[in-house]
């Protein structure tokens, strides 16, 4: 018996719901509302140690929005999930209130999560992989999760094997590196040696040798997919489950990355909110996926529509949590 819950992901540069009918037993569910808002909660997190008023703002307006939508269509049970930016910050508790109450004026005793790294990558395998598993891709699997602060490398195939979660995003990243435009070699070379820094530090927990299917999740890794398809549009049923061998991924990820931010923003999938950040984004898929090449061998690349957010909606239904 399917019920409806609620799902929120806040992260570093978006925050996403799902309101999805969920049949426990199955695993499985059924969208019923999927948005996303760019809010760049995470914005100078990175330099200041503290969240901008202005970002707080806009984050707990869209939280009341995504109550109101909770509330319209009878969610049973609501789960909202902070990750980077709110591990990171000073006044995260500040932040927290502000959920708590734009949920209450909703009628629901909901609190963020402020989730481990760790957690973050089970919930992230878990919303990934079961639409692998029915289409016969075969495991293991290595899930990387790009948010806006981090990024997650998971492998396992029916559970979590190994997981690590390293501070390299797209908003981190081209916060502390890609200030021209278009980033000239040595800002590309700096930003360059992080992510492959953060690549050895998974390595040393997370094995990539013997993996069948690397899959991408999130915003950085659909948006670079779409790049590499030429979609006239975004089209998430085109995006979904898409394999590319990895030489076409690091093409558009490079091309992503030395393009003007006016040519990024012209073409006709790209979301507005991910303009700026896109390129840092493209070079942690592109520098992981080559190593995946070198370590693995030219095993599909796979791009997933369905992440963390499909992850917290089945815990929520669960009550795993």
């Known amino acids: 018996m399917s019920m409806r819950v609620g799902a929120i992901d806040c992260g570093t540069n978006s925050i996403r719901l799902l309101l999805a009918d969920v049949d426990p037993a199955a695993g499985a569910l059924r969208d019923v509302v999927r948005r996303m808002g760019v809010v760049r909660l995470g914005l100078g997190v990175d330099r200041t140690g503290r969240i901008d008023p202005e970002r707080m703002a806009a984050a707990v307006a869209m939280a009341r929005q995504y109550a109101a939508q909770c509330r319209e269509h009878a969610v049973a049970a609501v789960r909202f999930v902070a990750t980077s930016a709110s591990r990171d910050a000073e006044n995260a508790a500040d932040f927290i209130s502000g959920v708590e109450d734009a949920f209450a004026s909703a009628g629901f005793g909901v609190s963020p999560e402020v989730i481990s790294g760790a957690e973050e990558a089970d919930l992230s395998f878990r919303g990934a992989t079961g639409d692998l598993r029915a289409a016969a891709i075969p495991g293991p699997y290595l ?37 021209s435009d278009p980033p000239t070699a ?47 549009e975004y089209r998430a049923d085109r995006i979904h489950l898409t394999a590319l061998p990895g030489n076409e991924i690091r093409a558009a990820g490079g091309d992503l990355l030395t393009m003007t931010r006016a ?18 984004g493209a070079l942690v898929w592109s520098a992981i996926v080559e190593r995946i090449q070198a370590v693995a061998g030219d095993v599909p690349v796979v791009t997933s529509e369905h992440d963390i957010l499909d992850g917290i909606a089945l815990s929520a239904a669960g009550g795993s949590h």
Do not use: K, N, W, Y
């Not at 948010?147 to 998971?154: A, H």
């Not at 492998?155 to 797209?170: K, P």
């Not at 820094?197 to 991408?216: K, Y």
């Not at 979301?271 to 840092?280: A, K, L, Q, S």
């Open 186 to 232: 040595a800002e590309i070379a700096a930003a360059r040696a992080d992510v492959e820094a953060a690549i050895d530090s998974a390595l040393a927990v997370v094995p990539f040798a013997g993996v069948q299917a690397l899959v991408g999740l999130a915003g950085t890794v659909t948006t670079v997919t779409a790049h590499a398809l030429g979609l006239p």
């Open 263 to 280: 040519d990024r923003a012209a073409l006709p999938f790209m979301h507005p909110g991910r303009v700026d950040v896109i390129g840092g």
């Open 143 to 179: 899930v990387v999760d790009i948010g806006g602060g981090s990024t997650e490398f998971v492998r396992g195939e029916a559970h979590v094997e190994a997981a690590l979660s390293t501070d390299v995003g797209c908003v981190r990243l081209t916060e502390r590196h890609l200030h």
